[in-house]
């Protein structure tokens, strides 16, 4: 299996995510890979994903994401993500 270049896990509280995100296309690509999780999920906008489309997030956290981003958002569980990370290269945690 090829590994693919980057996964970032973003991790931090609602009120770091925003810096986070700002900080976000200085160290990712495109078509790198984001999970976001927790509060961070309160922060997700249609800008984001038009940056950066391979954008997921953990089921249990469906009630988080704003309605305007909810189709856009690749939705995974667990085991999901499990398989996801084993997928790539480097994997980035921001919190």
Do not use: W
């Not at 609602?14 to 961070?40: C, F, R, W």
């Not at 922060?43 to 981003?69: C, G, H, K, W």
């Amino acid at each position: 299996m090829m590994k693919k270049n980057g996964l970032f896990l973003i991790q931090a509280a609602y009120q770091n995510t925003e810096n986070l995100l700002k900080e976000l296309p200085k160290m990712a690509q495109s078509d790198d890979h984001i999970v976001v999780m927790g509060d961070s999920v309160l922060r997700i906008t249609n800008s984001l994903l038009d940056a950066f489309p391979n954008l997921y997030r953990l089921e249990n956290e469906q009630t988080l994401l704003p309605n305007e981003v909810k189709d856009r958002v690749l939705m995974i569980d667990y085991s999901e993500f499990a398989n996801l990370v084993i997928q790539f290269e480097r994997c980035i945690s921001l919190k």
